[in-house]
């Protein structure tokens, strides 16, 4: 009899056993599946959140081309009324350096040493033609007036051109700045 009650209760605590076990096992599973659901919200967020910033990377992209392309059509157009603007200045040198003019007024090579100087960047260094300043140096006025007014209009262009770079940069950050943020 002690015998048939132990196998009783053995019985008893295998099923209170099985049963707390699957109770368990139910509850697991429970969580697995509520963490399951969990990690795919955060999957399909994260998803949404790459596509975002995918297409604001395709809208800044788009606006840098634009940005490129305006400071391109600015850049032709000054750069178009500065090189006018140049060739009318030489075309006028001979009302203003007329023959007569550079007969009477020939230049001295001092003046050629100063200029060549300068666009070298270098100081007039003596020898030479150098040594004799005041002599005529057979280049006329009309032809200095002219390779100056063209160097002049060359400057004017690299100038309006890191100018119009500047633009172009100060416009694609703003758009970044505005599109991302500080």
């Known amino acids: 009899m002690i015998m048939g009650k132990l196998y009783l209760w053995g019985a008893i605590a295998l ?17 697995l599946e509520k963490a399951k659901a969990q990690t795919a919200t955060v999957i399909a967020q994260h ?17 840098a081309t634009k940005a490129t392309a305006d400071a391109d059509a600015r850049t032709a157009q000054v750069i178009t009324k500065i090189q006018t603007v140049t060739k009318e200045v030489v075309r006028e040198v001979p009302t203003y350096i007329t023959p007569a003019i550079d007969a009477a007024f020939p230049l001295p090579v001092g003046f050629l040493c100063v200029h060549d100087a300068a666009i070298t960047g ?28 063209e160097n002049y209009g060359a400057c004017n262009e690299c100038c309006e051109r890191a100018r119009q770079w500047q633009l172009w940069y100060a416009d694609l950050r703003a758009r970044w700045n505005g599109a991302v943020g500080p």
Request: charged share 15%.
């Open 15 to 31: 099923a209170v056993f099985g049963l707390g076990f699957l109770s368990a096992w139910k509850v697991q599973g429970s969580r």
């Open 47 to 63: 998803e949404a959140a790459v596509q975002a910033a995918k297409a604001e990377v395709q809208r800044a992209e788009a606006a």
């Open 122 to 149: 270098q100081s007039p260094t003596p020898g030479g033609p150098c040594d004799t300043p005041d002599a005529p140096s057979g280049v006329k006025a009309s032809v200095a007036a002219t390779v100056i007014a």
